[in-house]
């Protein structure tokens, strides 16, 4: 499918509709992981207050959106659409946020933006390795049985196993991870430019997927500032989200004191 046919198929409703925070001198992007939905960033609003304006990204068939086998499954088509809906959303300072399958297509998002002069001013990756490292990880998931997808799903520790054995919850939530998953799965990194932007690297003391060491290799990826920090928990430490929004305010805080984020003016209103 060309991405001419592809633009025709557009899922349309990327960004979830939210209160602007009209003050605020910077807004944060966030994209969560396969198979959960822009809720998982509810609470960062609350916590931010009038200092950062949340904007949550919303995958394929959640909030009211019919699941749709018709639409394109992959990185290009997604972050393609996702900029198309992101444009009226850059009118300030922004970062983005991604967790796991999150942090990939933030990163291609960074990397397409910059491309067009409308780069973010810095990029936070969160419980994923760099894309050089993703095809020793992904094992074609989206193709595993019901009986063997489950199982795995466990493994990563996010997902009570009460839901996991509840058929309406089976057959709401596997066609959406398996169209997420599959986005990840048919992903092939290209080499590209060194971000010029400062990044943080958020890894889980016990996330076997991605572990602090190999989430390290993220420095590698920009030709600014690099930070790689450890949070307590598995694969889904980012659902600790009041320690996840520390541990950013206050990297955000060291950015803009080495001159490397953020214009100078915007450090009152933030903090």
């Not at 602007?20 to 822009?38: D, E």
């Amino acid at each position: 499918m060309n991405r001419k046919s592809e633009e025709c198929q557009t899922f349309g409703h990327w960004i979830r509709p939210s209160k602007s925070r009209t003050a605020a001198a910077c807004r944060c992007i966030c994209l969560p992981h396969a198979g959960a939905s822009a809720a998982l960033f509810a609470r960062w609003k609350e916590l931010w207050g009038d200092t950062m304006d949340i904007r949550s990204v919303q995958y394929p068939g959640r909030a009211g959106h019919p699941f749709r086998t018709d639409l394109p499954v992959s990185m290009t088509a997604w972050v393609e659409d996702i900029i198309t809906e992101l444009i009226p959303f850059l009118d300030r300072p922004f970062i983005l946020f991604g967790h796991s399958l999150g942090g990939v297509l933030a990163y291609e998002l960074s990397c397409s933006l910059a491309e067009r002069g409308q780069s973010p001013a810095a990029l936070v990756v969160s419980g994923v390795v760099p894309p050089h490292l993703i095809p020793a990880r992904l094992r074609n998931i989206s193709h595993f049985s019901d009986e063997k997808l489950i199982p795995h799903i466990n493994e990563y520790g996010g997902t009570p196993d009460a839901l996991l054995q509840h058929p309406e919850f089976i057959d709401y939530f596997l066609p959406l991870f398996r169209q997420d998953i599959g986005v990840l799965e048919s992903y092939r990194f290209n080499q590209r430019k060194p971000l010029m932007i400062p990044v943080l690297a958020l890894a889980g003391t016990d996330d076997p997927f991605a572990p602090r060491g190999d989430v390290e290799q993220w420095k590698t990826y920009t030709t600014a500032s690099f930070t790689a920090i450890t949070l307590s928990g598995n694969h889904f430490f980012v659902e600790n989200y009041a320690a996840v929004c520390v541990e950013m305010r206050k990297w955000l805080e060291g950015e803009m004191d080495n001159g490397t984020a953020y214009v100078s003016e915007s450090r009152q209103q933030l903090y």
